[in-house]
T-cell receptor
Framework: GESVGLHLPTLSVQEGDNSIINCAYS??????FIWYKQESGKGPQFIID?????DKRQGQRVTVLLNKTVKHLSLQIAATQPGDSAVYFC??????????????FGQGTRLTINP | NAGVTQTPKFQVLKTGQSMTLQCAQD?????MSWYRQDPGMGLRLIHY???????DQGEVPNGYNVSRSTTEDFPLRLLSAAPSQTSVYFC??????????FGPGTRLTVL
């Protein structure tokens, strides 16, 4: 079955440093992954996505790397800021039927920024 | 453009009571879904809909009913609440193959 898991439940970094959040998946046929940020009391917010035909994708201050050989992806946040404090989830996006999408979430990593 | 809205934000029920969690979106999205989030866990899919009049079960559907009479609304009904349904509930919507937008959530406690 589907399974997506994060390596660490918590991560603390100094403000200004780079953050790396890791995620592993089990299904070698998986082809679409999304990273979400969830702030306290809010719903998940889309950060960046990547499809299996890519190894790397960059956004504003964020980069996602996909290693299909070891079924691993990571989210890198450059120059971490206090506003980056949140829980980060990787999710596998599965297409069911007629465009319906099922998101299979990992358990999340809580990122804490130290001043 | 409000995006995805959910009401209420908080609710406390007694075991056996029924209630409906409301979800609405103003983006004309065909696809809508309900997830629950338990402490320390990611979200799990309860039910989803690919358009008005069409619904189907996700991975944890037991104890919940849904209907989709309009494109905009996708209510989630608990017919007889149980303590195991204490959770935070999120509604999401997307266009076909598009990014899913989540609502702010409803925090439900069943005593």
């Amino acid at each position: 079955g589907e399974s997506v898991g994060l390596h660490l439940p918590t991560l603390s970094v100094q403000e200004g440093d780079n953050s790396i959040i890791n995620c592993a998946y089990s299904n070698s046929a998986s082809d679409y992954f999304i990273w979400y940020k969830q702030e306290s009391g809010k719903g998940p917010q889309f950060i960046i996505d990547i499809r299996s035909n890519m190894d790397k994708r960059q956004g504003q201050r964020v980069t996602v790397l996909l290693n299909k050989t070891v079924k691993h992806l990571s989210l890198q946040i450059a120059a971490t800021q206090p506003g980056d404090s949140a829980v980060y989830f990787c999710a596998e996006n599965l297409y069911i039927i007629q465009g319906a999408q099922k998101l299979v979430f990992g358990q999340g990593t809580r990122l804490t920024i130290n001043p | 453009n409000a995006g995805v809205t959910q009401t209420p934000k908080f609710q406390v029920l007694k075991t056996g009571q029924s209630m409906t969690l409301q979800c609405a979106q103003d983006m004309n999205h065909e696809y809508m879904s309900w997830y629950r989030q338990d402490p320390g866990m990611g979200l799990r899919l309860i039910h989803y809909s690919v358009g008005a009049g069409i619904t189907d079960q996700g991975e944890v559907p037991n104890g919940y009913n849904v209907s989709r009479s309009t494109t905009e609304d996708f209510p989630l009904r608990l017919l007889s609440a149980a303590p195991s349904q204490t959770s935070v509930y999120f509604c999401a919507s997307s266009g076909q193959f598009g990014e899913q937008f989540f609502g702010p959530g409803t925090r439900l406690t069943v005593l």
